[in-house]
């Protein structure tokens, strides 16, 4: 199997699943129990959270554990929302984010909130100009993602934070789920109030992930409960996923130090092998993501190519899993300003640390293959 | 270019006499302790200076732990330069660049090597002007800079240095001996400790564990305090007092008004007893004049009567917000407020006296022999070393 689809999910580390597995069996007990057998839970909750926040340089009170990105996602904004509301109703976004920052964002709409949606230029990046502009007294949150998940492009989120740090009644949020772990991001003096991260897309689980919430930003809870996580997140903690994912956290720092350069390396090679192809445009910018790869095939559907890969083992995708029920134009890339005949055919190609050249070679050439026969076929 | 090395000026200690060497010694002792876990950075010292050698290091980390130091005024990051104007140059450029906020700033020319060929007057102009020329939206504001640039050469090489970023001040741990610290759990006592090891004091912890009554989770957090005092000193005994039965004893035997008070008295012999087997000459604690019952005039009068020992008491002055402000800068604030009984917490007189009064304290305490429990007591102390260093616990390994 050649698995291309790691912008969607990846597949669980052994490592990550032997943590999971031993903290199920071993420290099941509830961290919130009084008891000793509570007690030891609670101390390996407390090294997780120390763990993860010297893997972010930020402190531990500011780790809030979760249950993956649209939940971080939606904790940040609407927390954010709800709780400063008397402040004002405005927020910035873009209009390339993640349905769980955009969703989240209509439904404040209905609620009365207003909503700036920056549009981005071909390369799926906002202008700080407009940002600036679109800064109005009563904005109470600007939300920007860090890498774009259909196409890779990456948002100078520094130099939105500076911006944001000119604004002292603003906070700034940032969906780091695609970027985390391959396209770098400090946290302290960025400007950054809120970072959400998930589990399942460094090869850690589903149904975990975090939430960076600085230590002088306050939320309005979505669950309320039993005060776990600081209060801003009730529920019984998720250990054993809580401990893979930082696990899954540190596997993918190590190799995002020592093996980015040759995943780069992988994706210049996909760009020129695949534009050479006949009628397949490259989509994604070259100084995006190293990991992501964004082409159309003109005039052939993008669902049939991904059917006639899946034939052979090789799977791919048609833009962002969490938005492929939808209709088959891509909004992102409509939204990059290509016309619908790239936004109606364009695949992803998503790759992870451990994918080879070998498997890009097989790739490129089943494709090709694919692309010829499917024209065959039609004339 | 980058940064080769952190600048280290001596606080108070540098007004000390003929003995200033043991403070410089020993702070470099310290800083050395400090930045071992960086193998290649290295503590150095030549006349009136200390320096931090990075080697290649990512200065960032070394000097957040260097800030941790007790007996440092500021420190600064700085570039070693041969004595060559072209370098000097370029380094103060990267200085000024390198400084965060910056939006003034002020050229400061030391010459001490006067075979150097440009005049002291003509440099300051000389870089001042490189300055503002290779960098926008900067200015010279000669009184009141954001930044001092400041350019020192010397015989052997030129030394640069922007940013002077403040240090805890203070004496060196270890300049001023040993100190018992009675460590509760609280918000008190760790700022207490804190405070002490500021004059150079070495502490050792006592705590009185009451099981089962308190929990394990509640020596941790005595233990997680100490080791968050571990990184502005060095390593702590913890020294963990079984205490249950001569507290029972004293709630059963004695009135309960002045159950409170005999208790203190019974900690404050047995950590008398313990500083006297570790030969550590004082008990420090968190007490702070009127603040509960026992830290009253009265209650201070009456506890302190069983020991001669010196107590040093650092927060005896303070407002609370004033120590609140404090454990919060020092990081134990997190900890000490986790709702875990303690010893002091659980046996709880209705209506401790205010007052009490030592010839009483002293006649109900001769109505009972506590000898046997107090021994039994010390003899069961577990002692557990803090450390500054990452610890994960034996059962956690490999799992993260």
Known sequence: MIYLDNSATTKPDEAVLQSFDQVTKQFYANPSSIHQFGGKAEKLLHAAKQQAAEILHVERNEIIFTSGGTEGNNTAIKGIALEHQGRGKHIITSEIEHPSVEEACKALEKLGFTITYLPVDENGVISLDDLKNAIQDDTILISIMHVNNETGSIQPIEEIGEIAKQHPKLFFHVDDVQGFGKVPLELPDSGIDLCTISGHKIHGLKGTGLLYVNKHTKLFPLFHGGDQEQAIRSGTENLAGIVSMVKAMRLIKDREKNEVKALYDLKLYLVEALRTIDGVYVNTPVEGAPHILNISVLGIKPEVIIHMLGEKDIYISTKSACSSKQTDESKILAACGFDSDRTTSALRISMAYDNTKKELEIFVQELTAAITQFREVME | ?400
């Open chain 2, 1 to 400: 270019m980058q940064y080769d090395h952190i600048l280290i000026r001596y606080g108070e200690m540098s007004l000390k006499g003929k003995n200033i060497k043991q403070f410089i010694i020993k702070l470099q002792e310290n800083l050395q302790q400090k930045i071992k876990e960086f193998p290649n950075v290295k503590v150095t010292r030549t006349q009136g200076r200390m320096f931090v050698l990075l080697n290649g290091h990512d200065p960032e980390p070394v000097m957040e732990k260097c800030r941790k130091v007790f007996g440092i005024q500021s420190l600064s990051l700085a570039i070693k330069v041969d004595n060559d104007i072209e370098q000097i140059k370029e380094a103060s450029l990267f200085a000024l660049q390198h400084a965060k906020d910056v939006k003034t700033f002020k050229m400061t020319v030391k010459r001490i090597d006067k075979n150097f060929p440009i005049h002291t007057n003509e440099l300051n102009q000389l870089l001042g002007a490189h300055l503002l020329t290779n960098t926008d939206g900067i200015t010279v504001d000669v009184h009141n800079p954001d930044v001092e640039v400041k350019v020192e050469i010397r015989l052997e090489a030129a030394y640069i240095t922007s940013k002077a970023v403040l240090g805890l001040g203070g004496l060196p741990v270890g300049t001023s001996g040993k100190s018992l610290l009675l460590l509760s759990g609280g918000i008190d006592s760790p700022v207490a400790g804190f405070l002490a090891m500021k004059r150079g004091v070495h502490l050792e912890a006592i705590h009185f564990h009451s099981p089962p009554y308190t929990s394990e989770r509640a020596k941790q957090k005595v233990i997680d305090l100490s080791k968050q005092l571990t990184k502005y000193g060095k390593s702590i005994k913890v020294h963990i007092v079984p205490f249950t039965k001569l507290q029972q004893e004293i709630f059963r035997e004695m009135p309960e008004s002045y159950a409170m008070t005999i208790m203190r008295r019974m900690m404050f012999r047995i950590a008398e007893q313990v500083s006297r087997n570790e030969s550590i000459l004082s008990l420090t604690t968190g007490e702070n004049l009127g603040q509960v019952a026992s830290q009253t005039m009265e209650s201070m009068h009456a506890i302190n009567d069983v020991t001669n020992y010196p107590i040093i008491r650092p927060l005896v002055a303070m407002d609370k917000q004033e120590v609140i402000d404090i454990s919060k800068q020092i990081g134990t604030y997190e900890t000490s407020i986790l709702p875990y009984e303690d010893c002091c917490t659980i046996f709880v007189p209705k209506a401790p006296k205010t007052k009490p009064r030592l010839d009483k304290v002293s006649f109900y305490e001769s109505t009972y022999d506590f000898t046997k429990s107090i021994e039994e007591a010390i003899d069961g102390i577990e002692t557990v070393v803090a450390h500054d260093r990452k610890e994960v616990d034996e059962g956690f390994s490999g799992l993260f």
